[in-house]
């Protein structure tokens, strides 16, 4: 009796298996063709960018398992504009917080933006974002003549003065780039000589560290040719580049 339940029952199972795949493996089938079924829907995280189509293997910064975006902002660029984060929607662009008496690092951070603001220069979907840390020297003016100093023609590429505070914020909580004023350094004033990455979506981005996490920042200060520094760090430069360029193929 029990032997031949179970054989029914095995029977039965493989009935019903038969007539799911009948049924459903070729609709399956049509929607990977047909791309209703793709790499994004099998992600944690469905941001916009990998809803819509082609995600690079660059990684998405998570806050709180969320991926990160960049804050609002709105500031006074060197042409007396008013920029927001929305004149940077639909472009990939690279943020650096800076100050134009800085005789440190900046002079070094901005010879490497222009160089690569002059590799992407047949693009019109790729900018910088340069915020002051001295909005009370950096005026307008100031900021106008600072980029006439360094060549720079970009209109995706911004130099933006307005309330330090608010810029501070931004620099520290915004995007983790530390910037400060020190009374006990030459200048006056600290910060990070790294560039952040920010997608065609706003979403902050890097590649991944020898451990599968994200590297979060680049290190702006190095340039290719130098290829370490002193200390026996390596430039970050060209890598740089490949993943612009990586995130300038995404939809």
Request: proline share 4%; charged share 25%.
């Amino acid at each position: 009796m029990s032997t031949k339940k179970t054989n029914y029952s095995y029977i039965g199972i493989a009935f019903i298996l038969l007539v799911f795949g009948i049924i459903f493996v070729p609709k399956i089938i049509d929607r990977i063709k047909g791309g209703d079924i793709t790499r994004s829907e099998s992600r944690s995280k469905n941001v916009s960018t990998a809803a819509e189509g082609y995600v690079s293997d660059l990684m998405f910064l998570e806050i709180n398992g969320e991926p990160k975006k960049v804050p609002p902002f709105s500031f006074t660029n060197q042409d007396g504009q008013t920029i927001t984060n929305k004149d940077y929607e639909g472009k990939v662009y690279l943020v650096e917080f800076f100050f134009t008496t800085c005789g440190s690092i900046c002079p070094r951070m901005n010879r490497n933006l222009v160089q690569i603001n002059n590799t992407f220069s047949d693009f019109d979907n790729f900018g910088v974002a340069s915020f002051t840390i001295n909005p009370e020297y950096d005026t307008q003016e100031v900021l106008k003549q600072y980029a006439e100093n360094y060549g720079i023609t970009n209109p995706n590429w911004h130099l933006m003065t307005g309330n330090q505070d608010i810029i501070y914020e931004l620099a520290n909580v915004g995007f983790n780039i530390y910037a400060g004023e020190n009374p006990e350094v030459e200048d006056g004033f600290e910060h990070s000589g790294n560039f952040a990455l920010v997608d065609k979506n706003g979403y902050m981005r890097s590649r991944k560290d020898d451990f599968g996490n994200p590297k979060i920042f680049y290190k702006g200060i190095i340039s290719e040719e130098e290829k370490v520094d002193d200390d026996g760090q390596a430039e970050e430069i060209s890598m740089l580049k490949v993943d612009i360029s990586k995130l300038l193929k995404e939809d």
